[in-house]
């Protein structure tokens, strides 16, 4: 079955240190989204990808950064990590225009903690 | 105003209870929207779309108010596995496959 997955599901790392969240997908879906879920915020978009080599900057996106050289990848990079970037991370897909419909489909999130 | 507005409850209720979520959206072009049901700890997922004629997927009713730019959940004969957050969701425009979410309502249901 088709599927996404993340990695690693928790993580421990401290400030200033580059940490990269991997996610794969195995639908063959376009679109690819990472977000960050905190308490009293919701799900808020980091950044998104609609195809192998576009990258798009999302409402939360300074301190973050993603790379697509595939369909299946999009993984996200803090590049110094900060505690304020401690916070559960959900990576979502979904098909494109003639490929379905726009609905996510989520990962099972990393929760990361930066000490 | 925000983007998607929810009551974050909590709602308690007894099963076999009947309970509706409401939410309410900024953007007039918004074209989709969906409910997401998010157990504690675990991602979100797709529980029903919602369209102009509203849909009924079992003991979930869903409803969208284009005029009041409003969207309702009912839940009819609550069990306790309905226990969880409620996301309400928004697609700002055809050409765009951004979703925009709500905070949740999380929703327990009691024994």
């Known amino acids: 079955d088709a599927e996404i997955t993340q990695s690693p599901r928790h993580k421990i790392t401290e400030t200033g240190r580059q940490v990269t969240l991997a996610c794969h997908q195995t639908w063959n879906h376009n679109n690819m989204f990472w977000y960050r879920q905190d308490l009293g915020h919701g799900l808020r978009l980091i950044h998104y990808?609609?195809?192998?080599?576009?990258?798009n900057k999302g409402e939360v996106s300074d301190g973050y950064s993603v790379s697509r050289s595939n369909t299946e990848d999009l993984p996200l990079t803090l590049e110094s990590a900060a505690s304020s970037q401690t916070s559960v991370y959900f990576c979502?897909?979904?098909?494109?225009?003639?490929?379905?419909?726009?609905?996510?489909?989520f990962g099972p999130g990393t929760r990361l903690t930066v000490l | 105003r925000k983007e998607v507005e929810q009551d974050p409850g909590p709602f308690n209720v007894p099963e076999g209870a009947t309970v509706a979520f409401n939410c309410t959206y900024s953007n007039s072009a918004s074209q989709s929207f969906f409910w997401y049901r998010q157990d504690c700890r675990k991602e979100p997922k797709l529980l029903m779309s919602?369209?102009?004629s509203g849909n009924e997927d079992g003991r979930f009713t869903a409803q969208l108010n284009r005029a009041s730019q409003y969207i309702s959940l009912l839940i009819r004969d609550s069990k306790l596995s309905d226990s969880a957050t409620y996301l309400c969701?928004?697609?700002?425009?055809?050409?765009?496959?951004?979703?925009?979410f709500g905070k949740g309502t999380l929703l327990t249901v009691n024994p």
């Open positions: 969701v928004v697609t700002p425009s055809t050409s765009n496959y951004k979703l925009t």
């Open positions: 979502a897909s979904s098909g494109a225009e003639g490929q379905g419909t726009d609905t996510q489909y």
């Open positions: 990808s609609y195809g192998v080599q576009d990258t």
């Open positions: 919602v369209y102009s």
